[in-house]
């Protein structure tokens, strides 16, 4: 967001809070040419499925930033942890096998 921000002279950030740092994490590559800030800003948000929103302060030019509503971020935590106890049920046989062979005599 920072380079996107440089370039179009837009304050944009990932994330409002420490709670959001899975947005501020989140690495994109984006390969975009004469595409509206608008539309792109809008395209980044469905692909990544943060929510988009604006912020105005008196002496400030408006400033956008995306951030993870509730439902999404629990999504997000399911999914990680769903992806996290496949892999552990993965790798546990090949720590068990060792154990579970009878002793030579």
Do not use: C
């Amino acid at each position: 967001m920072r380079q996107l921000s440089d370039q179009s002279g837009v304050v944009i950030k990932a994330g409002i809070g420490s709670r959001d740092w899975r947005v501020r994490e989140r690495r994109v590559t984006i390969h975009a040419k004469e595409v509206p800030l608008g539309a792109l800003l809008m395209q980044i948000s469905k692909l990544l499925g943060f929510l988009l929103s604006h912020q105005d302060k008196e002496d400030q030019e408006r400033s956008y930033f995306y951030w993870q509503d509730a439902k999404s971020w629990l999504l997000e935590t399911e999914l990680l942890n769903a992806q996290r106890e496949a892999e552990a049920q993965r790798v546990r046989p090949e720590f068990r096998a060792p154990l579970m062979q009878p002793a030579l005599l």
